[in-house]
T-cell receptor
Framework: GAVVSQHPSWVICKSGTSVKIECRSLDFQATTMFWYRQFPKQSLMLMATSNEGSKATYEQGVEKDKFLINHASLTLSTLTVTSAHPEDSSFYIC???????????FGSGTQLSVL | GQQVMQIPQYQHVQEGEDFTTYCNSSTTLSNIQWYKQRPGGHPVFLIQLVKSGEVKKQKRLTFQFGEAKKNSSLHITATQTTDVGTYFCAGRHSGGYQKVTFGTGTKLQVIP
């Protein structure tokens, strides 16, 4: 199946710093990628939809200035958590939609811990 | 907003017993997908259902899409310890921009 690479796998940062997470589709082009957040024992909550070459579409309640998304190419989307705070600590996971729009393939996720 | 609920939230079964999780959407779906997430892992695509009333099987797993395209079920026959994990349904809503909403998930624990 298609491979989506996400890194880093985990990151620990100080409060107030910014963290960038990368999501790459390795063997297919993804015009659309999604960013999710998952709290322990909970479901995946869609944060935003990343479209190549255009602005991301954010879900209600997600601050676009805090969670910056860039989808500069057909194989790369980045999520930057700006001025991170302890409440931003969570598991962030990306997924990429295949060209046929049939399947979502997920990255391995990033565990963010903000001290 | 669109909501996708799953029941039960947790299920413990004895190995060999059957297991079913149910998924219900507040709105009509264009398709529904099922994913399995092992502890510490990421969701892995299992299957997609598109047609009203569609039934698909994968070995011991049976997936069904409701006639109204608002609900779905996953049934596992004779569970094994390898079936342990959280099963999520994910509905793609009609119209819009391919938004996919994940269900609340059902965590399956299989007791050997």
């Amino acid at each position: 199946g298609a491979v989506v690479s996400q890194h880093p796998s985990w990151v620990i940062c100080k409060s107030g710093t910014s963290v960038k997470i990368e999501c790459r589709s390795l063997d297919f082009q993804a015009t659309t990628m999604f960013w999710y957040r998952q709290f322990p024992k909970q479901s995946l909550m869609l944060m935003a939809t990343s479209n190549e070459g255009s602005k991301a579409t954010y879900e209600q309640g997600v601050e676009k200035d805090k969670f910056l998304i860039n989808h500069a190419s057909l194989t790369l989307s980045t999520l930057t958590v700006t001025s991170a705070h302890p409440e931003d600590s969570s598991f962030y996971i990306c997924s990429a939609l295949t060209v046929t729009n049939e399947k979502l393939f997920f990255g391995s996720g990033t565990q963010l811990s903000v001290l | 907003g669109q909501q996708v609920m799953q029941i039960p939230q947790y299920q413990h079964v004895q190995e060999g017993e059957d297991f079913t999780t149910y998924c219900n959407s507040s709105t009509t779906l264009s398709n529904i997908q099922w994913y399995k997430q092992r502890p510490g892992g990421h969701p892995v695509f299992l299957i997609q259902l598109v047609k009203s009333g569609e039934v698909k099987k994968q070995k011991r797993l049976t997936f069904q899409f409701g006639e109204a395209k608002k609900n779905s079920s996953l049934h596992i026959t004779a569970t094994q310890t390898t079936d342990v994990g959280t099963y999520f349904c994910a509905g793609r809503h009609s119209g819009g921009y391919q938004k996919v909403t994940f269900g609340t998930g059902t965590k399956l624990q299989v007791i050997p």
